[in-house]
Every structure is written in structure tokens, then in C-alpha cells.
């Protein structure tokens, strides 16, 4: 116990050095000025001076990884689809930018190799697998293909299983498990952060990226820390939370609004 309060009274010290070390990451892309997960949302990110851009990811019918949140298609046309029954030319129809502003009626949405031929130098993509397991092979082709150094991205997933298995796979690329805060269906209780340390360090993942709901305090980030883990928080859009992350040593924030957040903090 006093080493966890010696930790967070050295992170409370090092505020200000904190906030130029935090790392902000684009929530699918620069989302609240352009379409989700689209390039031009991700071309924004960089413009906005993002640390990095996240995405999500399927497999599609045709076995190739697509771009996109939802596992159906409710929000861009009448009739839903489930993605992962429609190839990617198929889905590629789709227009999904009308939704956000007429101005960019026509978007489409990208394959992830078109994503990885523009992150810039320093820059680094934050690729959420919403798929499961199986997704990995290909995942692994189009990284080694793409030519993209392993340090210009990280993986992320809710899903154990998957995060495990691309782990496995990539054994050199950081990997973060995604967790909520809600209460179980079954139990009541919100998750705890012990069972969620072990099960990272268990596994062989870096880190953790925890919802912002998630009660993080100087206290609770020297725990992570202590593990020898880092921790990223998602979705924050409000400058005195993301305050209050930073001066509890969180490593990185994720936003819809990067550019915003960085000017804030700066205050």
C-alpha cells in the first residue's frame, strides 16, 4: 500500500509533464467533424495533430478486413445487412458519409490496407478487431504486406479470445484489452480492476483500455502500473474528465474530438 501511495503522489507531482506525455488517439478517426472510420476521417485525425487514429475492424465475406463499427448495416440504408455476409465491393457501395453532412455524401468505406498507406512517420494506428478469431490470418497477411513498421500500430478488442489468438500471432505488437464498466447481467457488480490486471499479465498483453466510467485515480492507475501495464481510456470528450485522466497518469485518451481536447488541456 505504500508503494502504491508513494506512485500516485509521484503521478500527482508530474501533472504537467503528464499531459506532453499523454498520447491522444482519434476515436475513429477526427469522428465529430468527419464520417467514422472512413479516410478522410482518418486524414483529418492527422491533420488535428493526433497522436493516433483508432479503427474498427471485420472480416468480410470474401475474406478481405473492412473498416467499419456496426456488424450490420441499420444506419446507412433501409434495408440492414449483416457485414459480415457482404463482400467488400459490396460494402463498398455503401455511402456513409450523407449521415454526418451532405457535404460528404458518396464516402465509402476503406479496406484497412488503404488506411495503413497513410499513417504518417510518428503516427501510429489503434486497430479494434470486432470480429473473432478468425479474422486473424488475414490480419497478420495484410500487416506483413502492407510493409507498415510494427511500431505504427497496436491492437485492441473486447473480445478475449480474439485478442489472445492475435497476440499469439503477433507476439511483438502491443495489445490492450477493452473492458466497459457496467454492472453483470447476472451478479449486479460492476468488473474490478485485479481480475482484469491478472488476466492481461496472464495473457501477455500490454495494457489495458478501460471505459471512462471506470472509477481511475492516481490510485488505481499505480496499480496498473505497478503491474507493469499501461493504460488507455476511451471515449472522452469532456475537458475536465480528461483533466482529471491525465492527473492520474493515464497513458492515453481516446476522443472523437483530438484537436479540441489537446487545446484544452493545454489550458
Known amino acids: 500500500m505504500k508503494s502504491l501511495l508513494r506512485t500516485s503522489t509521484i503521478l500527482l507531482a508530474m501533472a504537467p509533464a503528464l499531459v506532453s506525455a499523454l498520447e491522444i488517439i482519434a476515436h475513429r478517426g477526427a469522428s465529430a467533424d468527419a464520417p467514422e472510420n472512413t479516410l478522410e476521417a482518418m486524414e483529418l485525425a492527422w491533420e488535428q495533430k493526433s497522436d493516433a487514429a483508432e479503427l474498427d475492424l471485420w472480416q468480410s465475406k470474401d475474406g478481405r478486413l473492412i473498416v467499419f463499427h456496426d456488424n450490420d448495416t441499420k444506419r446507412f440504408e433501409t434495408e440492414k445487412r449483416k457485414i459480415k455476409d457482404l463482400t467488400l465491393e459490396e ?26 498507406a497513410i ?13 473473432g478469431p478468425e479474422i486473424i490470418p488475414e490480419l497478420v497477411r495484410v500487416l506483413k504486406k502492407s510493409g507498415v513498421p510494427k511500431e505504427k500500430y497496436c491492437v485492441i478488442s473486447f473480445n478475449e ?26 451478479t449486479g457488480e460492476f468488473p474490478e480492476l485485479e481480475p482484469l490486471i491478472t488476466l492481461a499479465k496472464e495473457a501477455g498483453f500490454e495494457g489495458l483500455n478501460l471505459h471512462s466510467d471506470w472509477p ?9 502500473k505497478a503491474a507493469g ?9 469532456d475537458a475536465a474528465l ?25 489550458k
Open 119 to 131: 499513417i504518417p512517420d510518428s503516427k501510429r494506428e489503434v486497430l479494434e478487431i470486432k470480429d
Open 91 to 116: 460494402v463498398r457501395k455503401l455511402d456513409v458519409g450523407s449521415f454526418k453532412d451532405p457535404k460528404f455524401a458518396g464516402t465509402r468505406v476503406p479496406s484497412l490496407e488503404s488506411i495503413l
Open 216 to 224: 481511475i485515480t492516481p490510485e488505481f492507475t499505480a496499480k496498473v
Open 161 to 186: 479470445a480474439t485478442l489472445r489468438a492475435s497476440k499469439k500471432a503477433l507476439p511483438d505488437i502491443p495489445h490492450y484489452f477493452l473492458m466497459g464498466y457496467k454492472k453483470d447481467a447476472k
Open 229 to 237: 501495464l499501461k493504460l488507455m481510456v476511451w471515449t472522452v470528450d
Open 242 to 266: 480528461a483533466q482529471k485522466l491525465v492527473d492520474s497518469g493515464v497513458d492515453a485518451i481516446t476522443t472523437n474530438k483530438p484537436a479540441w481536447l489537446r487545446e484544452q488541456l493545454k
